[in-house]
């Protein structure tokens, strides 16, 4: 996000690449377009806009463009809920007057942690946009001990997904992880562009993962808001876990994330196992994040 102006024309000239003439209701005159997708001049129509007008749109000058036009525009270019969202804080970060977003602190309220704990039962943490986790409960804390492992604090796990081979046996679905971790940084990326934090750890898994690389560069965005997670256990085994993330009103620019499995499930079952498993090494994480803490 160093340069707002290229992300803006990189995102949108990448959704108009994606959009064929038939999707967007055009006939397609013969057979040798030379432009993959729709051309500027059809985005230009479709929107409602004049051809030199979103030729300035996509140069990046996306400042001053009103609400109709971002609706517009989304619209023709097709974009899903967090395709608009990130179309719209792009537009906000080009205006006059930005400012930086505060951020939140490294640690939560007491209260927050209370929350956590009261998950007797299931995994439960706090994170923020650049997926630090803030704070967990002993249930979360087991299931990603393997995070933990990390010296580092906050632990990231984003971060841990990309850069550490442990990960694939972690996560089963693997590639849908890696990609929807990487789609959710970059939407943070346009609610919060010169979030220090985040520019660094951005530059660290561009420099070290070829991989980042790739899912960075589809310019992909995604909202984390409920689903399922796979996940392998080195000591519990497979687990099928239901998610859901909140954010926390109270904290702004956090997020509340709650593991759970039906009940009479195998993974019900299995969460019982860790519970059981997280309090016989409890002295061991705790040991743990003492050492973290005074390195």
């Not at 230009?44 to 051809?51: E, K, N, R, T």
């Not at 993962?209 to 310019?219: D, G």
């Not at 689903?227 to 859901?244: C, F, M, Q, S, T």
């Amino acid at each position: 996000m160093a340069d707002l102006r290229d992300e803006i024309k990189e995102f949108l000239s990448s959704r108009r690449a994606r959009i064929t003439p038939d999707q967007a209701g055009l006939p397609a005159y013969g057979g040798n377009r030379r432009v993959k997708g729709l051309r500027r001049e059809e985005v230009a129509m479709l929107a409602g806009v004049s051809v030199d007008y979103y030729v300035r749109l996509e140069r990046g000058n996306l400042a001053g463009a009103s609400e109709s036009v971002l609706d517009a525009l989304a619209s023709t270019l097709q974009l899903d809920e967090a395709e608009r969202q990130y179309l719209y804080d792009l537009a906000r970060a080009a205006g006059p007057g930005r400012t930086r977003t505060s951020q939140a602190g490294p640690v939560v309220r007491p209260a927050v942690q209370q929350v956590l704990d009261a998950f007797a039962d299931a995994p439960a943490w706090v994170r923020n946009g650049r997926h630090d986790i803030i704070a967990a409960n002993r249930l979360a804390r087991a299931l990603y001990s393997q995070v933990y492992d990390d010296p580092r604090r906050p632990v990231n796990t984003t971060r841990f997904a990309y850069l550490n081979p442990a990960a694939r046996e972690l996560w089963r679905d693997y590639d849908q992880i890696t990609h929807d971790a990487a789609a959710m940084l970059r939407l943070e990326a346009g609610r919060n562009p010169h979030d220090p934090e985040l520019i660094r750890l951005v530059g660290e898994l561009s420099t070290q993962s070829e991989l980042f690389r790739e899912r960075w560069a589809s310019r992909d965005v995604k909202f984390h808001r409920s689903g399922l997670k796979r996940l392998h256990h080195p000591v519990i085994g497979d687990l099928d876990l239901n998610y859901e993330s909140m954010e926390l009103p109270s904290e702004p620019g956090l997020v509340l994330n709650v593991y759970t499995a039906p009940a009479g499930s195998p993974s019900a079952d299995g969460l019982r196992m860790l519970a059981s498993w997280a309090a016989t090494h409890e002295a061991e994480f705790a040991a743990q994040e003492r050492a973290a803490a005074g390195s």
